[in-house]
C-alpha cells in the first residue's frame, strides 16, 4: 500500500468552513473605529470584574480550580440553580462543540435552522456527523420545518434562542411544542447567549424546561451583557447525566483563573447587568425607527443587534455600504456565510457609534 507523505486529517474535516470572525480594523488614517461587528456590550466589561482580574495578577503562576466551583455558585446564585447542573466553559462555543463530540458520531444528523449559528454546522461535521438543515419562516425558526428534518439518524437540535444574525426568536409555547414532539433520545441544545436582552412576555431562556426534561441543555455567555468577551466565558445548565459526561469529555483547566475571578465578580454586578440592557432598550429601537427611515428593511430583533438589508440597485448594496461605513471607521459584520449576501449586522453601540451609522448611512444612501 502507498501510504500518504504526511500526516492527514480525517474525512471531513478539510471539509469544514472555517469560522471568520467579524473584522475589527478600518484602513490607515481613520481617526476612530467603532466596532460594531461583534455583538460586544459597548459599556464594556463590568468594574467588578475588572477589578477582580487586577487582584489575580499576582497569583498567575497558580492553576485555576479545575471545577470551576466558585463560578458555578455564582451562577446558581444569581439563576436560582443547582450549581452541580452547571458546566462552565472556555466561552459557550466550547460546551456547544463538546455536546457534539459527546452526542454525535459517524452517520449522526445534527439539525440547525437556515440562518443560525455557523459554528453549529461546524461542530457537526468535526463530529464526523451530518448537518441537516431546517428552512425558517421569515427569518425565524420554524418548529413545523425543525420536526420535518427529525429521522431515526437525529441527535442532537441546535436552537439559538434568540437567534444570531437575525436576532428573532421563538416564544416558549413554539420551544415547548418542539420539545415535546421530539424523541426522548433527541437532545435539544438551547443556546441564548443573548436573553437578557430580551423583553418579551413570552420569552424564556430554557432554565424551565431544563430542570423538566432529560433531553435538554441551555447554553448561556458572559461576553454579550456582562461585557467579558475577551475572558472566554460560558456555561450549560443540564440534566445530571449531561454534566456527568460532559464532566468526562472537557479539559482539565478549561476555564482559566482570570476568567474565574471575572466571572465571580460579573455575576454578582447587577447594576452593571442593568444598565446595560437600559441601554440596549433605548437605542435598538431609536436604529430600528432610523434605518427604517433611511428605506433600510431591518429584521425585527430582540438582541442587541440588528440584521439590515440594503438594495439591490448596484450602488447601494452591501458589500459596497460595508465599504463606505469602513472607510470612515464604522466597522459592521458582512453575513453573506450566513445566506444574507446584501446585508450587514450591526451592534447597537455606543450613542455616538448609533448616531454616526445612521449620519454616515443617510449620506451614502444620496449618494
Sequence with gaps: MNKPLRPLPKTGVLDIAPYVPGKSTAPAGVAKVHKLSSNENPLGASPAAIEAVKKLAAKMEFYPDGSA???????????????????CSNGSDEIIGLLAQTYLGPGDEGIITEHGF?????????????????????????????LAAV??????VFLANPNNPTGTYLPFEEVRRLHSALPKSVLLLLD????????????????ELVSSSENVVMTRTFSKVH????????????????????NRMRGPFNVNAAAIEAGV???GD?????????????????VVAEL???????????????????????KHTAEVADDYLTQRGYILRRVSAYGFPNALRMTVGTEEANRGVISALSEFLKS
Design 292 to 314: 427604517t427611515t433611511l428605506g433600510l428593511r431591518v429584521t425585527p430583533s430582540v438582541g442587541n443587534f440588528v440584521l439590515v438589508h440594503f438594495l439591490d440597485d448596484g
Design 227 to 246: 461585557g467579558l468577551g475577551g475572558m472566554r466565558i460560558g456555561w450549560v445548565y443540564a440534566p445530571g447525566h449531561i454534566v456527568d459526561a460532559l
Design 118 to 146: 455557523l459554528v453549529y454546522r461546524n461542530y457537526i461535521q468535526a463530529a464526523s456527523a451530518v448537518p441537516v438543515v431546517a428552512k425558517e419562516s421569515n427569518e425565524r425558526a420554524d418548529v413545523d420545518a425543525i
Design 69 to 87: 466551583q466558585r463560578l458555578r455558585q455564582a451562577i446558581g446564585a444569581a439563576h436560582g440553580l443547582n450549581p452541580d447542573n452547571i458546566v
Design 151 to 156: 429521522t431515526d439518524r437525529t441527535k442532537i
Design 265 to 267: 465578580a460579573a455575576m
Design 192 to 207: 441564548a447567549a443573548y436573553a437578557e436582552y430580551v423583553r418579551r412576555n413570552d420569552y424564556e431562556a430554557g432554565i
Design 270 to 286: 447587577r447594576d452593571h447587568v442593568e444598565a446595560s440592557v437600559a441601554h440596549n432598550s433605548e437605542w435598538l429601537p431609536w
